[in-house]
T-cell receptor
Framework: ETGVTQTPRHLVMGMTNKKSLKCEQH?????MYWYKQSAKKPLELMFV???????ENNSVPSRFSPECPNSSHLFLHLHTLQPEDSALYLC???????????????FGEGSRLTVL | DQQVKQNSPSLSVQEGRISILNCDYT??????FLWYKKYPAEGPTFLIS?????DKNEDGRFTVFLNKSAKHLSLHIVPSQPGDSAVYFC???????????????FGKGTKLSVKP
């Protein structure tokens, strides 16, 4: 069992649906992340929250909307997605270093999203 | 342009022999390097890391070597076991830069197959 839990593990949605992915970390970390993993591509950083404040948004389309209500929970709200958004979405957490930077990320098992 | 490159998408090794996975990077500001291992349908798990002040770090069967002048690192697994079959991701970060540069930058991964 990892210290980062993601639900649901699998999600199939139509292009007009609204759904959310949920992530919870039990490691006492102060930073949380959403990554996207598509076939034959590097892990792509989508969003970073440090101390519940969004500090990174890597030009992600507005149909993806993150929410971090506290340091242990992170959501990714999905709305009017496209088939090319089908991918594995990974949540991770870490302890941000004083002065900037991060070290080891601890990943959840991912949410496999299929957009029809 | 990719800052972290794993040029071999796959590697096949016989059980008991050495596995060598390679990673090249372009940003000389990176000061911390990590290897992650990923099984199908699971999130990546941290394996081993190395700071730029070192050239070698060893943990059991896993050793990471860093050649800063060549901007190259490698992961050695010896002896290789069938359970080591997974995708291995190289990642790098530059802590003191902070912001997006302080986050982990991943390579595309190398799929290792260890045959009995």
């Amino acid at each position: 069992e990892t210290g980062v839990t993601q639900t649901p593990r699998h999600l199939v949605m139509g292009m007009t649906n609204k759904k959310s992915l949920k992530c919870e970390q039990h490691l006492g970390h102060n930073a949380m992340y959403w990554y996207k993993q598509s076939a034959k591509k590097p892990l792509e950083l989508m969003f970073v929250y440090s101390l519940e404040e969004r500090v990174e948004n890597n030009s992600v389309p507005s149909r993806f909307s993150p929410e971090c209500p506290n340091s242990s929970h992170l959501f990714l709200h999905l709305h009017t997605l496209q088939p090319e958004d089908s991918a594995l979405y990974l949540c991770a957490s870490s302890q941000a270093l004083a002065g900037g930077g991060h070290r080891e990320l601890f990943f959840g098992e991912g949410s496999r999203l299929t957009v029809l | 342009d990719q800052q972290v490159k794993q040029n071999s998408p796959s590697l096949s090794v016989q059980e008991g022999r050495i596995s060598i996975l390679n990673c090249d990077y372009t940003n000389s500001m990176f000061d911390y390097f990590l290897w992650y291992k990923k099984y199908p349908a699971e999130g990546p798990t941290f394996l081993i890391s190395i700071s730029s002040i070192k050239d070698k770090n060893e943990d059991g069967r896993f050793t990471v070597f860093l050649n800063k002048s060549a901007k190259h690192l490698s992961l050695h697994i010896v002896p290789s076991q069938p359970g080591d079959s997974a995708v291995y991701f190289c990642a790098a970060s530059a802590a003191f830069l902070g912001g997006s540069q302080g986050n982990l930058i991943f390579g595309k991964g190398t799929k290792l197959s260890v045959k009995p």
